[in-house]
């Protein structure tokens, strides 16, 4: 079992930064890959990057490549999503989600999940 807790989203404004992160409980968080998904209001759940289990491999969706850099410390259990240059319509709730051994980018292949922090993006 992991749980997953997300922190460090807010309100910024548009070119700005943040850097959200999400703490995972458990002994095992090594052993797993870790997403970045959103959703923004009224919109489908979509996928943002994912880092394997040891950190080696990084894959990012087009909307976010060049902005965004996410990176893990398994010494604290922990992941993060570096977020620069933002924009608008990088306004959503921001999950982290944890899959068994496996980089991917599906939403069906996540095993567990955060509850999500709110990123607003002011214009």
């Known amino acids: 079992q992991v749980r997953l807790v997300e922190s460090g989203g807010g309100l910024v404004q548009a070119g700005g930064s943040l850097r959200p992160s999400c703490a995972a409980s458990g002994r095992t968080f090594s052993s797993y890959a870790m997403d970045w998904f959103r959703q923004a209001p009224g919109k489908e759940r979509e996928f943002v990057a994912s880092v394997s289990w040891n950190g080696c491999d990084t894959y990012y969706a087009d909307s976010v490549t060049g902005r965004f850099t996410i990176s893990r410390d398994n010494a604290r259990n922990t992941v993060y999503l570096q977020m620069n240059s933002l924009k608008p319509e990088d306004t959503a709730v921001y999950y982290c989600?944890?899959?068994?051994?496996?980089?991917?980018?599906?939403?069906?292949?996540?095993?567990?999940w955060g509850k999500g922090t709110l990123v607003t993006i002011s214009s």
């Open positions: 989600a944890a899959a068994y051994r496996s980089l991917s980018s599906a939403s069906d292949d996540m095993d567990y």
